[in-house]
């Protein structure tokens, strides 16, 4: 089975405050999504990766930024965190052929900013 | 857990008895659809897809029907068991112009009564 781990399930941390989520996926797979989880919005696509130093924006990058520097792990950088980043973070990995294959999903970081 | 969403829709079904969750789409170009289950507390778990190609597809248990001329998906759980009380979500493949990414329906949650 697939295997996506984020590094923390619950995680607070004060307003202007460097942020850093890790997620690492096991199934040597070189696609890699970052997605934030609210109520009433459903799942928002922030950034995501096909290859190692590659990424590309989603559909709400504004705030955000990401890292892959190895091909397992996929990290998502809140530069200067604010509370409209207070939200549920989802990691995802998928094989090649992108389009027609189920992205695997973490379980889930839920970040609280102060 | 907290809830994914505060305004689901929700469907409450008998233990036993058959669930159907449905799921509209908007784009014709779309041509690969997956079902999610989340479950409290975790991440979106894969259950099912089916390419555009195909009207239905069976698994364990599920089925899920795709009629493309209205643009519907559903998922069908036979003998539906408190196992399956989640929050379920279709993801839709935009297609290659728009970079392969998904677009998430906003989820049903489904109470199974004892």
Request: charged share 25%; proline share 4%.
């Amino acid at each position: 089975d697939v295997k996506v781990t984020q590094s923390s399930r619950y995680l607070v941390k004060r307003t202007g405050e460097k942020v850093f989520l890790e997620c690492v996926q096991d199934m040597d797979h070189e696609n890699m999504f970052w997605y934030r989880q609210d109520p009433g919005l459903g799942l928002r696509l922030i950034y995501f990766s096909y290859d190692v130093k590659m990424k590309e924006k989603g559909d709400i990058p504004e705030g955000y930024s990401v890292s892959r520097e190895k091909k397992e792990r996929f990290s998502l950088i809140l530069e200067s965190a604010s509370t409209n980043q207070t939200s549920m973070y989802l990691c995802a990995s998928t094989t090649p052929g992108f389009g027609n294959q189920p992205q695997h999903f973490g379980d889930g970081t839920r970040l609280s900013i102060l | 857990g907290e809830s994914v969403g505060l305004h689901l829709p929700t469907l409450s079904v008998q233990e036993g008895d058959n669930s159907i969750i449905n799921c509209a789409y908007s784009n014709s170009a779309s041509d690969y659809f997956i079902w999610y289950k989340q479950e409290s507390g975790k991440g979106p778990q894969f259950i099912i897809d089916i390419r555009s190609n195909m009207d239905k597809r069976q698994g364990q248990r599920v089925t899920v029907l795709l009629n493309k001329t209205v643009k519907h998906l559903s998922l069908q759980i036979a003998a539906t068991q408190p196992g399956d009380s989640a929050v379920y979500f279709c993801a839709e493949n935009r297609g290659k112009a728009a970079g392969n990414k998904l677009t998430f329906g906003g989820g049903t949650r489904v109470l199974v009564k004892p």
